[in-house]
């Protein structure tokens, strides 16, 4: 029996090793090809996620601890230490915060304006005088469009009712008319008229007069100059009383009045 050679070229017997002066072949890496596309995306990832983590640092970091309300505070309220929660805001130069290190001063204050539950707390809204004070008022009027300003009027602002002495109908301001300065402590709208209801602080005595013409629909509200930082504002938010403790004389009286001076000093 005779063996059978193998022929030339085919493969070796994997078991067995490879014949001297036999080398094996190893196939070479593949190469790598650069993409210059990939690199440049790679590093703009990695610029605008080093921006975005700026940013965030610096919104986080860029707050202040103010004093917010845990509940409503209605005007006139004492506000309480349990009333208080100082939380951390954004710097927002549009509002002029309490800061939060001043909880133990504000306690203990008076709520000038109704002050809504989360709201952050300004200086405005607090007084150290009750609301209203011993000589000021707070009157209801009702006043139908044309009466006041359209959505001008606001809680705090500085306005002058204007009071219908006689004549005229109701709802109009024709007649003798004389004017009493207040200052606006709450304001809505009537669903069922459609009128605008204000609540007015005014002198304590002019208080009756101002109600008697508000009840005969017979008063306006003119809104005035707001005051401003710079400005002599009143303590407390109560408008300082006009002088003389009441509203100017119209000019018809006051013509009356010199003239029985002058024939009083004629005679």
């Known amino acids: 029996m005779t063996a059978t050679a193998p022929a030339p070229g085919a493969r070796a017997d994997r078991g067995n090793p490879p014949g001297p002066g036999h080398e094996q072949q190893i196939a070479s890496p593949p190469k790598m090809r650069r993409r210059p596309a990939m690199i440049a995306a790679s590093v703009a990832c990695i610029a605008v996620g080093g921006l975005v983590s700026a940013w965030a640092w610096q919104t986080t970091s860029n707050t202040n601890s103010v004093l ?32 939060g290190e001043l909880l133990e001063e504000v306690a203990g204050k008076t709520a000038a304006l ?30 139908a469009a044309g009466l006041l300003p359209a959505g001008q009027v606001h809680n705090g602002d500085r306005v002058r009712v204007v009071v219908t002495e006689g004549g005229g109908e109701a709802g109009t301001t024709s007649g003798t008319a004389g004017s009493v300065e207040g200052i606006v402590r709450g304001i809505q709208s009537d669903e069922v008229t459609g009128n605008t209801l204000a609540s007015v602080e005014v002198a304590a005595d002019e208080a009756v007069r101002v109600a008697s013409a508000a009840a005969a629909g017979k008063v306006a509200l003119v809104l005035e100059h707001q005051v401003v930082p710079g400005d002599a504002a ?17 000019e018809g009286e006051a013509a009356r009045g010199d003239q029985a001076a002058g024939d009083g000093a004629g005679e």
């Open 68 to 99: 917010t309300v845990r509940q409503d505070v209605l005007r006139g309220e004492v506000v309480t230490r349990d009333d208080l929660v100082v939380v951390q805001a954004g710097a927002d130069l549009a509002i002029k915060a309490v800061p």
């Open 114 to 143: 109704d002050i809504a539950a989360g709201s952050v707390v300004t200086p405005g809204q607090l007084t150290d005088e009750p609301v209203p004070a011993s000589d000021r008022s707070v009157v209801g009027v009702s006043l």
């Open 234 to 250: 009143p303590e407390g938010g109560a408008s300082p009383a006009p002088e003389g403790g009441a509203s100017a004389a119209p």
